[in-house]
């Protein structure tokens, strides 16, 4: 898989890792009455030590009033500063820290740059919520207004996951079906039901973005990083060995990673693109510790290993259960679920390396790991060049969160946000409708958007 070659782009580069964000706030698996090396077990004695809902368990969890994560006797979020070598620190650019440790609820998120910084525009769209429902209920207490202000944070994510993040991600078919529509084949919860995050997404279709990691990132206009210096720059790394805090070089200028419709980018340098979803993964990993299996840093290794520890049905099995049991569903959907045949799922086209499964064992062209066979079904066609899930990744990715999102009686499919943040996302063949996206969030939480970088510049 290191050596395969795939060949046009996926989506802007800030969708890979608003996407391991989410990842983080549905699930983080461990084995109950075991250690966390262990390397073969069932899934039932599998459990989750943060809620299958999307509810920001990650930036809310321990959030009461006077922890480290709260400003002291407010219902803001508390922030840390930004460190410049020659003059003042930029205050609220950074997470809060106790030293180098971040004050957050998921230490997952301090474990890259991006995600990091990720994590602080959270924080600040919860203190933007905070400023404007005080403004029109000025008589709400600390502790109301700060949950006010959560309520609609969460809110306001889940809807950017539903119509931004996931329309970048899935097929158009699938997307319209079951996310635009509400429609479902796979899975009609019962209310009464646990939250569980299905296997096949946790496990294979979610972890599709480990393969639209970029070798190197332009940060801002003055930094550009490696992927293995995102690991290196936060709390986890210690800064690379070189700060004692966040380094304001090395602050995200989002225009790099998410479209801002109204904002020119003439000037900037180049904006990252995510690589194509496909089987070429070649990420290793640092700052393992708090992952099970700390030992094995190979993230397609780490990912084969837990589809097979999980006992996850092949590839060719799970569509054939699907034909056999949900043909005409699909069909009435018009979501084109199929067989992927030998070439596919070697990737034998121009461009390709040739027979990456059967150079491993034949029998794998047949009986396909379900997450390689996700990643392959991405490269059988592109949409307006972009490459995205076929219709299986799609599928599982989108029945999984549409369904926590029907579980979960306090979500976007209950409830209605407020009208404080104007939606500016065209999708084609739905004119006249606007959607809300992760660049309007991020908007609102910085007031506007500008290279982060220019506070440092000295005359």
């Known amino acids: 898989m290191r050596d395969l070659q795939a060949s046009n782009v996926s989506a802007m580069a800030g969708y890979t890792y608003l996407g391991q964000f989410l990842a983080h706030d ?36 321990g959030a009461i009033a006077g922890s480290l994560m709260r400003k002291t006797g407010s219902a803001f979020m508390a922030l840390g500063d930004a460190q410049v070598s020659d003059g003042p620190d930029i205050v609220g650019y950074d997470l809060p820290r106790n030293g180098l440790r971040a004050c957050i609820g998921d230490d997952r998120n301090d474990e890259n740059l991006i995600v990091s910084q990720l ?67 796979l899975w009609d919860p019962d209310p009464s039901e646990p939250a569980v995050l299905p296997v096949e997404y946790s496990a294979a279709a979610g972890r599709f973005g480990h393969a639209m990691v970029q070798n ?81 840093s190979n993230l397609a290794t780490r990912n084969l290993l837990r589809g097979l520890q999980m006992r996850l049905s092949s590839g060719q099995a799970t569509v054939n259960h699907l034909l056999n049991n949900y043909q005409a569903r699909l069909l009435e959907l018009e979501i084109p679920i199929c067989l992927l045949n030998r070439d596919q799922l070697n990737l034998n086209k121009p ?85 809300l996206q992760m660049s309007d969030l991020l908007l609102a939480a910085n007031n506007s958007i500008s290279d982060p970088t220019s506070f440092i510049i000295r005359q």
């Not at 077990?41 to 930036?59: M, N």
């Not at 600390?142 to 309520?151: D, P, V």
């Not at 066609?381 to 799609?394: A, C, H, Q, V, Y």
């Open 216 to 296: 190197n990132y332009n940060l801002n206009a003055v930094t550009s990083v490696s992927v293995s210096e995102l690991f290196e720059m936060t709390g986890e790394g210690r800064f690379g060995g070189k700060y004692q805090r966040m380094p304001a070089t090395h602050l995200v200028d989002w225009r790099l990673f998410f479209d801002f419709p109204k904002h020119n980018t003439r000037g900037l340098p180049t904006r990252n693109k995510a690589l194509r979803i496909s089987p070429r993964v070649r990420v290793d990993l640092i700052n393992t510790q708090s992952l099970p299996v700390p030992e094995e």
């Open 26 to 61: 549905l699930s983080r698996l461990r084995i109950e009455g075991h250690n966390k090396t262990v390397k073969s077990f069932t899934t039932d004695i599998l459990r989750s030590d943060v809620s299958s809902v999307l509810d920001l368990s990650s930036v809310y969890d």
């Open 351 to 435: 461009g390709f390396s040739q027979h990456v499964l059967d150079s491993c064992s034949p029998a794998l062209s047949t009986h396909t790991p379900l997450w390689y066979y996700v990643l392959a079904e991405a490269c059988v066609e592109t949409f307006e060049g972009i490459g995205k899930l076929g219709p299986l990744g799609s599928l599982i990715v989108a029945e999984s969160i549409r369904g926590l999102l029907q579980l979960d009686r306090d979500s976007i499919m209950y409830k209605t946000r407020r009208q404080d943040i104007a939606p500016s996302k065209n999708i084609a063949n739905l004119p006249g409708r606007k959607f």
């Open 119 to 185: 994590h602080v525009q959270f924080l600040k769209l919860h203190n933007f919520f905070v400023r404007e429902i005080s403004h029109d209920s000025p008589e709400l207490g600390t502790e109301l207004l700060f949950e006010a202000a959560r309520e609609q944070v969460i809110l306001h994510y889940q809807e950017v996951i539903l119509h931004d993040f996931l329309y970048e991600i899935l097929h158009p078919a699938v997307w319209k079906a079951i996310i635009l529509e509400n429609k479902h084949i």
